[in-house]
């Protein structure tokens, strides 16, 4: 089948287009035809040989994936061949052909192109574990969503707002991501490039008290995210973009405030785990998606073969939402 | 009423015999004349001006009690004048008597002394608080406690062995200490003054991976409390004892451990909160302190009128259990 392979005979590892043998499912497995895929940060480590994909997992990049059923494997109950499904994926997604446990794949509401449906799992599922899962949002609360135009940020905006009913601020690095923030929903977007997010929301929210901050930045926010969190507080991390050193932390915060703070991933989860979450969002947001009151914001999208394309744009933050890949 | 008084002329804060009036129980209080009371190192810090009494709470010391029902507020249904509590207290424990909201109020199970049933609330609503409210440990799990003598610590090892079936591993600072824990269940003692506690834990349950860690020091063992966490692992703190201040903290390791950090105290809870609490671990742990199978570790019982003594045995870190004020 075709897949993109990576080559790093090169002075750095880069994808080409290339041929792989079709997997095959195995019990309460689906054969799935990719119809799109979409471009995640990890699938840049990834190919960097920096991320090692977890055991079983297909050797191919590609995190997520909506396409239509080719075959079934022994057990499945839930689809058949033709049916339109879309998920997380351990791996693989980078192909013409991929399998997915029966139960981790949802179905593609009718509303939904397979180019929207395929910018959604990664995205959605992560946000909605970090709200809701990690950060036991509830209703009412401030929420502070650092990154806030990227695909993890944009769904968590419309999580926040559309179904949880929070007040939702965000950091953005532009005029026009802050403008896309707010068009779905944020009550404020703080460019970080002009303002210091701190004081911007400690002034605009005084006194300032958030009750939960997702935050794939890291290490230059530690202070000021823990200075911004009131009583009970949560901070939610997702990824170390800005390094995960920090110089001087006063722990005493934590205890003072009631503070707790958790790192997560999605990708190295049990299966388990990835069912439960899966079936959770699924049970609690498809109507809202099919409403189209979340949307899964797209900023471009590529042929399989002009993937390197996808990635530059990632890798130098231009994108604003998902990129997605088809064609395969 | 007799009441313990925070004299603030000499060189530091002592407490002296004195008398305050009796206060006057609320709606759904109980006025109790106190039997016991107990130490805690909150009462320190109160005493020293460094910690204010929650709103609303008496101004005297003394976090906990237990005592006899001496009259009812309105709408009390639980109790009847007559009846033996304990419980926690905001304040007010250091006096002849206090009040309680009745649900925070437990019955002293027929097997306790006063002097036992004092020494259960604070230690014992702290550690079930810490392993399963916050920690949310389960059974099979590792379990290290640090100031395992302490009265939390020696309340921890037990519901964490007789309730909950985990494995548990202690730090303290003697050898009597450690023989203390290792009595009550734990599985293995670390003298800090003689072994690293990081390499003695990872040596013994290689490859380390505790699940939660119930940290009263801080800074000094952040570092080798990260490590020796293990995928999922919990860090609980319920005090800085060793100070706050960490230099050079690598966030990484909770992102690729998915650890959780968290800081809690159980003062400044909300009523409701403490109550929840109460009630919980009363229904799920009565039965094992009514049997013996959960025993307070008492220290020392000191007359009121010699506190004092009691709190410099506390503030030297002499004590191993908790140390018991009587005879208001």
Redesign the interface.
Known sequence: MNALIVDTAGERPIMVPGEHPDPVPGKRELLVGVKATAVNRADLAQKAGKYPPPEGASPLLGLEMSGVVEQTGRGVTRYRPGDRVFGLLPGGGYAARCVIHEEMAMPVPKELTFEQAAAVPEAFLTAWQALTWLGEVVEGERVLIHAGASGVGTAAIQLAKQRLGCTVAVTVGSVEKADLCRKLGADMAVNYRHEDFREAVAGAWSPAGIDLIIDPV??PY?ERNIDLLGLDGRLV????MGG??????????????????????LRNRSLAYKIALTQDFQAKNMDLLAEGRLQPVIDSVFDWTEAEKAHQRMEQNLSAGKLVLEGF
Chains 1, 2 share one sequence.
């Open positions: 890291g290490a530690w991390y997702l990824a170390f995960s050193g920090v110089d001087q932390v006063r722990l005493s915060n934590l205890l003072r405030k009631r503070l707790t703070v958790c790192g997560s991933t």
